[in-house]
């Protein structure tokens, strides 16, 4: 079992930009794909970035990239995803996920295990 908690997440205007974090724990962090996901309110969750375990390989979804990074400290279990340039169509509560595999989260149907959230707020 993994567990994640994100944090990071809050209000802020457009143009500006956040910093979410997630910790996982529970079973060894070795092997373990991390990856970011997003739900907006009516809309289905959507992939958001993804990274490989040595943090060699990155992937992101169209509408965030040139803005947002995805970054990860294994010695602290953690994974980051900083967002500039925030827009209001960003606003969503983003998801933490992790997934047993080699390949690039970017496709829920290889995450294991999901984090609770945590709810990202762009006033335009």
């Known amino acids: 079992q993994v567990q994640l908690v994100e944090s990071g997440g809050g209000l802020v205007q457009a143009g500006g930009s956040l910093k979410l974090s997630c910790v996982a724990s529970g079973r060894t962090f070795s092997g373990i794909g991390m990856g970011w996901f997003r739900q907006a309110p009516e809309k289905e969750r959507e992939f958001v970035a993804a990274?490989?375990?040595?943090?060699?390989?990155?992937e992101y979804a169209d509408s965030v990239k040139g803005r947002f990074a995805i970054s990860r400290d294994n010695a602290k279990k953690t994974v980051y995803l900083q967002m500039n340039s925030l827009k209001a169509e960003d606003t969503a509560v983003y998801y933490c996920?992790?997934?047993?595999?080699?390949?690039?989260?970017?496709?829920?149907?290889?995450?294991?295990?999901w984090g609770r959230g945590t709810l990202v707020t762009v006033s335009s």
């Open positions: 996920a992790a997934g047993v595999t080699p390949q690039l989260l970017s496709s829920s149907r290889r995450v294991d295990y």
């Open positions: 990274i490989s375990f040595s943090g060699g390989r990155t």
